[in-house]
């Protein structure tokens, strides 16, 4: 996947699903409970209870993809208890959680606007 697609948002689903869910379970999962188009062109991520596996789901012009990523020791960054029933991530953020790097805890600079110098 990497530099292959961009996709318009990603979504990562905060709450652990069952991975026996396939494709239509996981399109049907996306409509009902994370209330999001699922042939929108973003992509959506998930986990199962023990994080060491992740799942990809998005629509690629004529049809699902879903691809699976597991972890030999470690465990994917994710939030434990969220309110919210799904996150939206960056590219980068996206990137840094396949490498494990916790985005959840990086907080970058405040982004300042301005209309004049002086």
């Known amino acids: 996947m990497k530099g292959e697609k961009e996709f318009s948002q990603i979504f990562l689903c905060a709450k652990p699903v069952d991975f026996r869910k396939g494709i239509f379970s996981l399109s049907a999962y996306v409509q009902s409970e994370m209330k999001e188009a699922p042939f929108s062109?973003?992509?959506?991520?998930?986990?199962?209870?023990?994080?060491?596996?992740?799942?990809?789901?998005?629509?690629?012009?004529?049809?699902?993809a879903l691809w699976l990523k597991a972890l030999e020791e470690g465990k994917f960054p994710w939030p434990k208890k969220n309110t919210e029933d799904k996150l939206s991530l960056t590219s980068e953020e996206f990137s840094w959680l396949l490498r494990g790097i916790d985005f959840l805890k990086i907080k970058p600079h405040k982004e300042l606007k301005y209309s004049t110098v002086i």
């Open 41 to 64: 062109g973003a992509l959506f991520l998930f986990t199962n209870k023990n994080r060491r596996n992740l799942k990809a789901l998005y629509w690629d012009r004529n049809g699902f």
